[in-house]
C-alpha cells in the first residue's frame, strides 16, 4: 500500500516560505550537523564537465557552492518547493538554474539526469514513493540517487530540539525508518547500493560527538547504524525499471 502522509505540498511549501527569512540564521547554530550531509554526499557523487545533476529540493543553495568546488563546468538544476527560498537562492547564486517543484511532477524529459541528490526531502512528501518514481523516470539507467534523511526513531529528538526553541523546525513531515525507506527505493525501480548512518551525537562537547562518529562508523553492520540522526542512501536506477 502505498504511503500517503496527511498533509499536502501547499502546506509544506507555505512552511518553508514562512522561515525563509531566518533559515540561514538558524542553521549557523548549528553549522556542523546542517553542513554535514553537504561535505558527506560528495563522497558518492560523481562530477565531470558533462553531467548533468538535479538538486531537489534545494532551499537556500548550499549544496550548490559544495558542488562547484568540485566541478564548475557541469549542468546544475536546482528544484525547490518554497518560493521565498529559492527568491533567496537566487540572491546568493545568480547564475545558477532554480525552478519550482511539487515534488511529484518534474519538467523534464525521461533518462535526462546522470545522477540525482536529495537531502532531507523525502520526509516531506506528501506520496513519498511518487517522488522517487518520478526521480527514476529523469534518472538515466544506472545513474545514481544519493539521498539523506532523519530516521523515524529520531522525531522524539527532533520534537524536543524544536520545543526548545532550537532551530527552525521541521513544518509538515514524516521521517521514515530505514526499512520503509529501502522499500520504497526498491518499489520505485531502485537498487540499493549503500547505506549509512551517521551522526550518532549530534549535540555536546565535540569530544563527545567524535566518539560517537567513532562508534557509528564501527558498527555499520549492526542496528546502531539506525540510530544516526542522519541516513545515507545510495542507489541506482535498474536496467529494467519500467515506471
Not at 516560505?17 to 553537504?38: C, G, P, T, W
Not at 532554480?98 to 519538467?107: G, K, P
Request: proline residues 5%; contains cysteine; hydrophobic residues 35%.
Amino acid at each position: 500500500m502505498e504511503i500517503k502522509n496527511r498533509f499536502n505540498i501547499s502546506q509544506v511549501k507555505n512552511f518553508w516560505d514562512s522561515i525563509a527569512e531566518k533559515y540561514d540564521e538558524e542553521n549557523k547554530k548549528i553549522a556542523e550537523v546542517h553542513l554535514q550531509r553537504f561535505v558527506k554526499s560528495l563522497n558518492w557523487l560523481k562530477i565531470n564537465d558533462n553531467s548533468r545533476i538535479l538538486n531537489v529540493w534545494s532551499r537556500t543553495g548550499t549544496a550548490i557552492k559544495y558542488l562547484r568546488r568540485r566541478n564548475q563546468n557541469f549542468s546544475l538544476y536546482n528544484l525547490e518547493v518554497s518560493p521565498k527560498l529559492m527568491a533567496r537562492a537566487k540572491i546568493k547564486f545568480p547564475e545558477e538554474n532554480f525552478a519550482l517543484t511539487d515534488l511529484c511532477n518534474f519538467n523534464f524529459a525521461d533518462n535526462f539526469f546522470d545522477e540525482v541528490l536529495s537531502l532531507e526531502t523525502i520526509e516531506h512528501c506528501p506520496r513519498p514513493k511518487q517522488f522517487l518514481q518520478e526521480i527514476n523516470r529523469v534518472l538515466k539507467t544506472g545513474g545514481r540517487l544519493i539521498m539523506s534523511s532523519p530516521p523515524a526513531i529520531c522525531e522524539p529528538i527532533y520534537a524536543l530540539y524544536n520545543f526548545c526553541g532550537f532551530g527552525h523546525g521541521e513544518g509538515p513531515h514524516r521521517f521514515l525508518s530505514p526499512k520503509t525507506v529501502k522499500k520504497l527505493l526498491r518499489e520505485a525501480g531502485f537498487q540499493l547500493k549503500e547505506h549509512k548512518g551517521t551522526i550518532l551525537v549530534p549535540l555536546g562537547p565535540k569530544i563527545i560527538r567524535k566518539i560517537g562518529e567513532k562508534i557509528i562508523n564501527k558498527f555499520q553492520n549492526t542496528f546502531i547504524k539506525e540510530l544516526g540522526i542522519r541516513q545515507f542512501y545510495v542507489s541506482t536506477k535498474k536496467s529494467n525499471s519500467n515506471l
